[in-house]
């Protein structure tokens, strides 16, 4: 049996395990939710984050799905509240700061807050074989700019329960930091990161245009990132780290005031991101940030996982 054979069957069968764990219901004593929770999930009108909406509605939650374009959004809710959820819907582009302003006074105003936040929208530009840097900048924009804005205004709004306010960032395995193909090879930059005593959202953020003048200088090829969809790579190494940064900031608040911060990996899934190319169905994939929003009675923070496991970061 050659590798990578052993290795994709290791994997399929995982998935089925995983199928398996999500047709067992949470019992009354895990279920710190009720439909008086609410769940916001951003660029959830198709792909990951509609079926992120979907299961969570399908647990009991109030979700709120958020979409760039009006209609689209308000057509992918109809569906949901069609087959009898709990869904509302509003726009929210996260790169306009008016848009995301406006979304969170009414946010506010409708339901006094929230208790988890799915940071699903991104975007990807490089498919199969291809690395074109073209799109670095939105890339970086979106992926994390517009993430971490989203997690700073949205803390705030986080309403204050025993179990704690959950955010969960979609991200990927590409944004580890000892990735064993995606790392970036500055040693003395890499310990800094994988510090939080020198970490800083400066240290991040100082990365990232680093990344982006050698871009620009087209350099970048020379500069040690990862030569695997780089740019995505490095967006989501960001979110990663930020996130990781957060949960050690956030780590203080007290009782009643918690928020747990977590990143997760999809995999390569079937959606127009990837053109359709993935071997992970939606369903799949929304799982792991589903049960990470849901988990009941673990102070997990700080960490990276797929499929239901926490990665080596």
Excluded at 90 to 100: A, R
Excluded at 238 to 251: D, G
Excluded at 258 to 286: D, F, L
Aim: proline share 2%; net charge neutral.
């Amino acid at each position: 049996m050659t590798g990578k054979k052993e290795k994709s069957e290791k994997r399929e069968k995982r998935l089925q395990e995983i199928s398996l764990l999500r047709t067992i219901p949470y019992s009354d004593h895990q279920r710190w939710w009720s439909e008086e929770t609410i769940a916001v999930v951003t660029g959830a009108n198709r792909g990951i984050g509609f079926e992120i909406a979907r299961q969570l509605a399908g647990h009991g939650l109030t979700v709120v799905l958020t979409s760039r374009d009006t209609g689209v959004g308000i057509e992918a809710a109809k569906v949901l509240q069609e087959g009898g959820f709990n869904v509302d819907v509003h726009q929210l582009n996260i790169l306009d700061d008016e848009s995301v302003s406006e979304f969170t006074k009414w946010i506010k105003e409708k339901y006094g807050g929230v208790d988890i936040l799915i940071n699903n929208a991104g975007v990807n530009y490089n498919l199969g074989s291809g690395n074109s840097m073209e799109f670095a900048k939105q890339v970086i924009q979106t992926n994390y700019y517009g993430t971490k804005n989203m997690i700073k205004v949205m803390i705030p709004l986080m309403r204050p329960s025993a179990a704690g306010a959950r955010i969960v960032n979609v991200s990927s395995r590409l944004g580890k930091l000892n990735g064993r193909r995606s790392r970036i090879e500055d040693e003395a930059l890499r310990e800094k990161l994988s510090n939080l005593d020198t970490l800083s959202e400066e240290l991040i953020d100082n990365m990232v245009s680093t990344f982006l003048q050698q871009v620009e200088d087209n350099t970048w090829q020379s500069g040690g990132w990862p030569q695997k969809f780089t740019d995505y790579a490095v967006s989501k190494l960001a979110v990663n780290l930020f996130s990781m940064l957060m949960a050690n900031q956030l780590a203080g608040r007290p009782e009643g005031g918690k928020i747990y911060i977590n990143c997760y990996c999809p995999g390569w899934v079937r959606t127009a991101m990837t053109g359709w190319s993935g071997n992970v169905s939606a369903e799949h994939a929304a799982d792991t940030g589903v049960w990470l929003a849901l988990l009941p009675n673990k102070e997990v923070t700080g960490k990276l996982f797929a499929e239901r496991r926490e990665l080596k970061f």
